[in-house]
């Protein structure tokens, strides 16, 4: 129960891990390259507007 | 009054907040979920990060390896092992060779590496150990050593099945040190058939197949077949196994090749 709601909250950020495999020599595939960066962009919209609206006209 | 005000407001947004959350997880788990299965289908995350890893590279490697920096823990590793090989630890080669496979399972390098330490170096120390005076220990030994490299490589191949290299070192461990021609067979086969593979592939596993007992017929009809293929295949060993295969199956003379030309 207690991972399912982390994973509800939590961004998967190790969809992002791909260093080992380049380094190994292995090709990425374009689809997966984009779905992941079009994930990325995603995470970043969304929290950063999440971030905005908690943080709105709080004195920083 | 104002600050009750205040703090519903605070709490409206924290509910708004909430719910906001809820419903990018729900539409975000399915997505990495897919991405999730897309990694395991193309064999990325071979690491698990658990007490096991934990025991076999130690505390410090393991937590420079959770920081990012496992490429790099298996690379020192790596180099640590080949400084026991020019020792001659055969144990020590062994075990690093194990931590450098498990941090790095998609490495070619260190697979085929470790294999061919512990099939072809460490099992040729073993048969020459002058501090075992019985032979059949010693060959013993050196048997054990052959299966430490076979499970390298199968374990390689599990972790890389669409890599030809691994399948083709396989299949030269069968032949040159169990001298079982018919497992060689199979993995040259198996070679062969993957993207990539050398072209010479396809005819080693003929080759192979010819060394089969029972299977001279089957060998006969893939050697001819790659003869047929034309003057590219038409090289010195697979005349001489076919010429060798046409006399075991008594082929009629008007079925055989010509001889090649001196």
Redesign the interface.
């Known amino acids: 129960m207690f991972l399912a709601i982390v994973?509800?909250?939590f961004?998967?950020l190790?969809?992002f891990?791909?260093?080992?495999?380049v380094?190994?020599?292995?090709a990425i595939?374009l689809a997966?390259f984009l779905?992941?960066a079009a994930?990325g962009i995603?995470?970043t919209t969304?929290y950063t507007?999440?971030a905005a609206?908690?943080f709105?006209g709080k004195e920083l | 009054m104002i600050q009750l005000t205040g703090q519903a407001v605070v709490a409206r947004t924290l509910v708004l907040v909430l719910v906001g959350v809820i419903a990018l997880g729900a539409v975000k788990l399915p997505i990495e979920h897919q991405l999730a299965a897309e990694h395991r289908q193309l064999h990325f995350r071979g690491v698990e990060f658990n007490l096991n890893l934990r025991e076999q590279i130690g505390q410090l490697a393991f937590v420079a390896a959770l920081s990012g920096f496992r490429s790099l823990v298996a690379d020192v590793l790596f180099i640590q092992a080949h400084v026991a090989w020019e020792r001659t630890e055969w144990g020590r080669v062994f075990l690093l060779f194990r931590q450098v496979t498990t941090l790095q399972p998609r490495a070619i390098l260190f697979w085929d590496m470790a294999a061919w330490h512990m099939a072809w170096n460490a099992s040729v120390a073993a048969l020459n150990d002058p501090s075992q005076p019985r032979q059949a220990l010693r060959i013993k030994a050196q048997r054990e050593y052959f299966a430490l490299g076979k499970d390298f490589l199968e374990e390689g191949i599990r972790n890389n099945p669409e890599k030809p290299q691994l399948y083709e070192s396989l299949a030269r461990l069968y032949k040159d040190k169990y001298k079982d021609h018919a497992s060689a067979r199979e993995f040259w086969a198996k070679d062969a058939a993957l993207p990539g593979a050398p072209s010479y592939d396809k005819r080693f596993a003929a080759y192979e197949l010819s060394y089969c007992e029972g299977r001279e017929a089957e060998a006969y009809a893939e050697l001819h077949r790659l003869y047929n293929l034309g003057e590219k295949e038409r090289l010195p060993t697979l005349i001489t196994r076919l010429k060798f295969l046409e006399n075991k199956l008594n082929i009629p003379q008007d079925q055989r090749i010509p001889d090649p030309e001196r």
Not at chain 1, 17 to 21: A, E, K, S
Not at chain 1, 23 to 26: E, P, Q, S, W
């Open positions: 994973a509800l909250i961004p998967d190790q969809a891990n791909l260093v080992d495999d380094v190994a020599g292995t595939p997966l779905r992941t994930l995603f995470y969304i507007m999440l609206v908690v709105y």
